[in-house]
């Protein structure tokens, strides 16, 4: 249950006489609608069509899944021509260029598209601003997969700018025909600097038709800049290429957090970040399992930080369909293509690698 947090201040001075520890667990946390959706697909395609199944790239930026998954029989490759000649293959949440495309049709391989549906729009946006001979500024960080995928598929009309600092050295051929859009993972508040240092700049740059930033990205740094002003410390669950979790680490010093830390798991918690603390932030990044969170206040309760309150600023209950071709021949065989809420599917969560 969502509960008001009292002044940062108050929060910190009203411990006296006795520190009463406690944790703020942010709410929305954890897995988004995109990451249900390519989880499933890769467990779906095991049950169904039985191991192997190949997975171009991490399946979703986090360790645990990743691992819990080959461990059921995933194989994750770089590219494309790491596949057996005709095998399975599923593309990941953060999307492919089309060239990754023709080169997986060119070996004749099966594939399964998991691209969140929302990094798909950001795609047909690049798409038809690139028909519209717009020059497109990509924000985002080069070398992410995502971005890979989305400057492929425009990558005469694309530059990427990586930061606000980097607005200032954009040259296009037209200043009254500039377009921005963005990876899908991005810190708001750093995007939009980087929009307004852009416009600067180019005073015609026009906006896409709606937001590139997920919800759930969103979300999620939302209920963080709620919880952190009064915190010492703030936990965010998530892997290190997971550039939701990094953002959510900044996200909680640029709010207030007295201190902020990313952990892949319980384990790499140094208990000499709790020294002195009252009030520990959880929270975790769009691709982690509850079950990470779970471990994370276990470890935080044996420290004496047993009392937890969840900060819930939105509720969230989004749901993406199967991959289409996955969902063709789960039909086709009589089996059901549907899932459980993300919430309560639990069986990739308790089965440790």
Same mark, same amino acid.
Not at 57 to 69: G, S
Not at 122 to 127: F, I, N, Q, W, Y
Not at 156 to 180: G, K, L, T
Not at 281 to 289: I, L
């Given at each position: 249950?969502?509960?008001?947090?009292?002044?940062?201040?108050?929060?910190?001075?009203?411990?006296?006489?006795?520190?009463?520890?406690?944790?703020? *667990?942010?709410?929305?946390?954890?897995?988004?609608?995109?990451? $249900?959706?390519?989880?499933?697909?890769?467990?779906?395609?095991?049950?169904?069509?039985?191991?192997?199944?190949?997975?171009?790239?991490?399946?979703?930026?986090?360790?645990?899944?990743?691992?819990?998954?080959?461990?059921?029989?995933?194989?994750?490759?770089?590219?494309?021509?790491?596949?057996?000649?005709?095998?399975?293959?599923?593309?990941?949440?953060?999307?492919?260029?089309?060239?990754?495309?023709?080169?997986?049709?060119?070996?004749?391989?099966?594939?399964?598209?998991?691209?969140?549906? *929302?990094?798909?729009?950001?795609?047909?946006?690049?798409?038809?601003?690139?028909?519209?001979?717009?020059?497109?500024?990509?924000?985002?960080?080069?070398?992410?997969?995502?971005?890979?995928?989305?400057?492929?598929?425009?990558?005469?009309?694309?530059?990427?700018?990586?930061?606000?600092?980097?607005?200032?050295?954009?040259?296009?051929?037209?200043?009254?025909?500039?377009?921005?859009?963005?990876?899908?993972?991005?810190?708001?508040?750093?995007?939009?600097?980087?929009?307004?240092?852009?416009?600067?700049?180019?005073?015609?740059?026009? $906006?896409?038709?709606?937001? $590139?930033?997920?919800?759930?990205?969103?979300?999620?740094?939302?209920?963080?800049?709620? *919880?952190?002003?009064?915190?010492?410390?703030?936990?965010?669950?998530?892997?290190?290429?997971?550039?939701?979790?990094?953002?959510?680490?900044?996200?909680?010093?640029?709010?207030?957090?007295?201190?902020?830390?990313?952990?892949?798991?319980?384990?790499?918690?140094?208990?000499?970040?709790?020294?002195?603390?009252?009030?520990?932030?959880?929270?975790?990044?769009?691709?982690?399992?509850?079950?990470?969170?779970?471990?994370?206040?276990?470890?935080?309760?044996?420290?004496?930080?047993?009392?937890?309150?969840?900060?819930?600023?939105?509720?969230?209950?989004?749901?993406?369909?199967?991959?289409?071709? *996955?969902?063709?021949?789960?039909?086709?065989?009589?089996?059901?293509?549907?899932?459980?809420?993300?919430?309560?599917?639990?069986?990739?969560?308790?089965?440790?690698?």
């Amino acid at each position: 249950m969502t509960q008001a947090l009292p002044d940062p201040v108050d929060a910190r001075a009203s411990d006296a006489p006795g520190p009463r520890k406690r944790v703020l *667990l942010a709410a929305p946390r954890g897995y988004c609608a995109g990451v $249900d959706r390519a989880v499933v697909a890769v467990e779906k395609a095991l049950e169904h069509y039985g191991a192997p199944v190949y997975v171009r790239k991490e399946i979703v930026h986090n360790r645990h899944v990743v691992d819990t998954l080959a461990a059921r029989g995933a194989v994750f490759v770089d590219e494309t021509d790491q596949v057996p000649e005709g095998a399975r293959v599923v593309f990941s949440a953060h999307g492919v260029s089309p060239a990754v495309k023709a080169s997986a049709a060119a070996r004749n391989l099966q594939t399964i598209d998991a691209t969140c549906p *929302l990094v798909t729009k950001v795609h047909k946006e690049a798409v038809r601003f690139a028909a519209e001979d717009f020059d497109i500024l990509l924000i985002g960080h080069d070398g992410h997969e995502e971005v890979e995928g989305t400057q492929g598929h425009a990558p005469e009309h694309i530059q990427v700018v990586n930061s606000p600092a980097d607005a200032d050295h954009i040259e296009v051929r037209d200043p009254e025909r500039v377009m921005w859009i963005s990876q899908t993972t991005l810190s708001v508040d750093e995007t939009m600097e980087t929009v307004r240092r852009l416009r600067v700049k180019f005073p015609h740059l026009q $906006d896409p038709p709606s937001d $590139d930033i997920c919800y759930a990205t969103q979300n999620r740094q939302v209920a963080v800049k709620k *919880l952190a002003p009064a915190c010492d410390v703030v936990l965010t669950v998530g892997s290190a290429n997971s550039s939701n979790s990094v953002r959510l680490v900044e996200v909680a010093l640029d709010a207030g957090a007295r201190s902020s830390y990313r952990v892949d798991k319980a384990a790499e918690i140094d208990p000499a970040w709790l020294e002195g603390a009252t009030t520990v932030g959880v929270t975790s990044g769009a691709s982690v399992p509850e079950v990470l969170v779970d471990e994370v206040l276990a470890l935080l309760a044996r420290h004496g930080f047993a009392d937890v309150e969840e900060v819930r600023t939105a509720t969230e209950d989004l749901m993406f369909s199967l991959p289409r071709e *996955l969902r063709a021949d789960l039909k086709a065989a009589g089996e059901p293509a549907g899932r459980p809420r993300p919430d309560g599917r639990r069986r990739l969560d308790v089965q440790p690698v």
